[in-house]
């Protein structure tokens, strides 16, 4: 009987197993003609792309260490930049004290600069004696269902490993629930230990910062990159997270206009889209290049709002498009009779267990 080890084991399948696995694939692609000859190809292949990406970054990979009133946090990170720039999780790192990055034989006090419980990510800096590694960011946007993902992190407090897996879904939110912004979910089972670690397409580059898991641990959550160089661009701007904000709440209707059935139904007074001249009744098509279907759409497109950054809003109102451009102010806290979707940080909303790795006192 064929078996796969554990979280760090060796895995071995049989020729059996591998023909079994790559069958099932074939069947749900169409594929049937293939034969097992095929796709035990397919399996080096594939076990060769990942190789490869592992061998190219996993110096840049680094175990994250942090305390807090229960005891020692361990989770993952990684660099983005020569200089020592690490993006993680919060969960591993936005609440803790005592942060310590680790890689290869140097051990370094990290600074936290950001700690966004929206976006489930925090981003550290250490002033390391050399340049660092660091894996370059990739397109997140280019990620669909069935694309090829990696995760480089430390499960279990053991050494770098890579886990291969494809993404089973964009995702918006869960359980009647609205993410901060679109998630990707991989269908990767990452372990204690790996929160915080890249998700690298097969080109060996950043797609996403896992952030969470989902259920029993069967698939994870990971913050697309694009979405984290939102926060980060924040901060360089701002020194900090500044949420754009336009002033308006939207409900969905039965009917569909112009592919959207989201109605503005009402318009704060001086704010931003007041002044940019959007009306209640106003059916909104698209938020700058984020189209706009039902009312889920909105908190993603919102998630990109950028303070003082002019931004195109096409709504249909009289039988007709118009487009307005609308300056975001900063996020307000609304007024408590207007009800708005709960935007929620990825990983808090999935499980409370989280994926990093406690060790008590």
Not at 81 to 93: E, N, Q
Not at 230 to 246: P, T
Not at 248 to 277: F, L, M, Q
Request: charged content about 20%; hydrophobic content about 40%; overall charge negative.
């Amino acid at each position: 009987m064929a078996m796969i080890g554990g979280p760090t084991g060796n895995r071995v399948v049989s020729r059996r197993a591998r023909c079994v696995l790559f069958s099932s694939i074939v069947l749900i692609a169409g594929f049937t003609n293939w034969s097992c000859a095929q796709a035990e190809e397919t399996f080096s292949a594939v076990a060769k792309d990942v190789q490869a990406i592992f061998e190219n970054n996993k110096d840049a990979i680094v175990k994250i260490e942090s305390e807090d009133s229960h005891g020692l946090l361990v989770g993952t990170g990684f660099f983005v930049s020569p200089t020592g720039l690490i993006y993680t999780s919060y969960h591993v790192a936005g609440e803790s004290s005592d942060i310590v990055a680790d890689f290869g034989t140097c051990r370094y006090p990290a600074r936290r600069l950001v700690a966004d419980i929206r976006s489930g990510i925090a981003i550290l800096k250490i002033n390391p004696a050399n340049p660092t590694p660091y894996i370059p960011l990739g397109d997140s946007d280019s990620i669909v269902t069935a694309s090829g993902v990696v995760i480089l992190g430390f499960p279990l407090d053991e050494s770098v490993t890579p886990n291969y897996g494809v993404v089973g879904g964009l995702d918006q939110g869960h359980q009647n629930r609205f993410f901060a912004t679109t998630l990707i979910r991989a269908n990767i089972a990452a372990q204690r230990g790996e929160e915080g670690a890249p998700l690298l397409n097969l080109d060996g580059h950043v797609v996403g910062i896992v952030v969470g898991s989902v259920d029993d641990r069967t698939a994870c959550y990971a913050l697309p990159i694009k979405a984290a160089e939102k926060v980060r661009s924040d901060y360089i701007r701002f020194g900090e997270i500044r949420q754009g904000w336009v002033g308006v709440t939207a409900v969905d209707r039965e009917e569909t206009e112009h592919e959207s059935k989201v109605v503005i139904n009402k318009v704060e007074d001086n704010s931003p889209a007041h002044i940019a001249g959007v009306q209640p009744g106003d059916v909104l098509l698209s938020i700058g290049p984020v189209k706009i279907h039902s009312t889920s759409d909105i908190p993603s497109a919102c998630f990109f709002l950028t303070v003082s950054q002019k931004v195109p809003v096409t709504v249909f109102r009289a039988g007709q498009e118009v487009q307005v451009d609308v300056i975001p102010a900063q996020a307000q806290q609304p007024p408590g009779n207007v009800a708005i979707p709960p935007l929620v940080a990825p990983g808090y909303l999935i499980n409370s267990d989280s994926l990093r790795l406690r060790i008590e006192n």
